[in-house]
T-cell receptor, first 115, second 113 residues
Framework: DGGITQSPKYLFRKEGQNVTLSCEQN?????MYWYRQDPGQGLRLIYY???????QKGDIAEGYSVSREKKESFPLTVTSAQKNPTAFYLCASSTHTGGSASPLHFGNGTRLTVT | GNSVTQMEGPVTLSEEAFLTINCTYTATGYPSLFWYVQYPGEGLQLLLK?????DKGSNKGFEATYRKETTSFHLEKGSVQVSDSAVYFCALPLYNQGGKLIFGQGTELSVKP
């Protein structure tokens, strides 16, 4: 079955450490996205990528970095510069081609706790 | 700018009760509209969608009609079950920004037996 795999499901880190969250998809989708979810704040876009080797900042990119070296993979690094990194992180993909109404397919998320 | 506003939760209902979760939007043009559902500890799943005015999306007993005149896309279900307990998100795509979705705040639904 095709889908999006995020790993690990739970991640614990000490303050000051960088951490990388994995996201892999086998849906052959061109576009991939990272969202952050906090209680009472809905989902906010961190970064997105429409094509390999290209990505754009979302609404809350500060303290995060991404890469898109392969179509299937879009890892997110939470750096020590991110002031409030503890959150639930969701990766998504779509067949977005600019004008179509393509829904996003989501992974099951990674819950990051930084202490 | 573009935005989505949902009714605040949590919403608590008894099994077999009627459900309405309000969603209104502000957007340029007439975008598609989506409802997503998130079960505890999981990611979001597409529940239903509508691509143009007066379209009705439906799935698993849930329905939502795209109302251009009231810029609304309210989610309804005639008889909820305990298994419908989840968080529901209304969403709006931005085609000129990589197809990203703008989400409402989410409405938590709890159904009691």
């Amino acid at each position: 079955d095709g889908g999006i795999t995020q790993s690990p499901k739970y991640l614990f880190r000490k303050e000051g450490q960088n951490v990388t969250l994995s996201c892999e998809q086998n849906l052959n989708h061109d576009a991939m996205y990272w969202y952050r979810q906090d209680p009472g704040q809905g989902l906010r876009l961190i970064y997105y990528s429409q094509i390999v080797n290209d990505f754009q900042k979302g609404d809350i990119a500060e303290g995060y970095s991404v890469s898109r070296e392969k179509k299937e993979s879009f890892p997110l690094t939470v750096t020590s510069a991110q002031k409030n990194p503890t959150a639930f992180y969701l990766c998504a993909s779509s067949t977005h081609t600019g004008g179509s109404a393509s829904p996003l397919h989501f992974g099951n998320g990674t819950r990051l706790t930084v202490t | 700018g573009n935005s989505v506003t949902q009714m605040e939760g949590p919403v608590t209902l008894s099994e077999e009760a009627f459900l309405t979760i309000n969603c209104t939007y502000t957007a340029t043009g007439y975008p598609s509209l989506f409802w997503y559902v998130q079960y505890p500890g999981e990611g979001l799943q597409l529940l239903l969608k509508a691509t143009k005015a007066d379209d009705k999306g439906s799935n698993k007993g849930f329905e939502a009609t795209y109302r251009k005149e009231t810029t609304s896309f309210h989610l309804e279900k005639g008889s909820v079950q305990v298994s419908d307990s989840a968080v529901y998100f209304c969403a709006l795509p931005l085609y000129n920004q990589g197809g990203k979705l703008i989400f409402g705040q989410g409405t938590e639904l709890s159904v009691k037996p």
